[in-house]
């Protein structure tokens, strides 16, 4: 029901910057909690962050707060996911996510995007 489409990723070096962009199909986006998940080859999909429907609340993983900012336009459709101070662990697929609760689980979530490769070198 729900198209999700990630973009903005890239090879950045450590301590730079990027935006990744989540454009959203519908009308019913500000509907949907939005958030970040990463995947490193051989890792267990990672929550990152969420938001939610009316940007009054955002949760981050312990790893990446204070340096990622969540956000979310629903006029555009769009979440964004910005991204500071990058390290190489930041390294992964970073998946878009939209469900109907708040969780940090990948298993709660009920619509996925393709994903957009972040590398970040050393």
């Known amino acids: 029901q729900v198209q999700l489409v990630e973009s903005g990723g890239g090879l950045v070096q450590a301590g730079g910057s990027l935006r990744l962009s989540c454009a959203a199909s519908?009308?019913?986006?500000?509907?949907?909690?939005m958030g970040w998940f990463r995947q490193a080859p051989g890792k267990e999909r990672e929550f990152v962050a969420l938001?939610?429907?009316?940007?009054?609340?955002?949760l981050y993983a312990d790893s990446v707060k204070g340096r990622f900012t969540i956000s979310r336009d629903n006029a555009k459709n769009t979440v964004y996911l910005q991204m500071n101070s990058l390290k190489p662990e930041d390294t992964a697929v970073y998946y878009c996510?939209?469900?109907?609760?708040?969780?940090?689980?990948?298993?709660?979530?009920?619509?996925w995007g393709q994903g957009t490769q972040v590398t970040v070198s050393s």
């Open positions: 996510a939209a469900g109907r609760k708040y969780s940090a689980n990948a298993q709660g979530w009920d619509y």
């Open positions: 519908g009308r019913t986006f500000s509907s949907y909690v």
């Open positions: 938001i939610s429907w009316s940007s009054s609340g955002a």
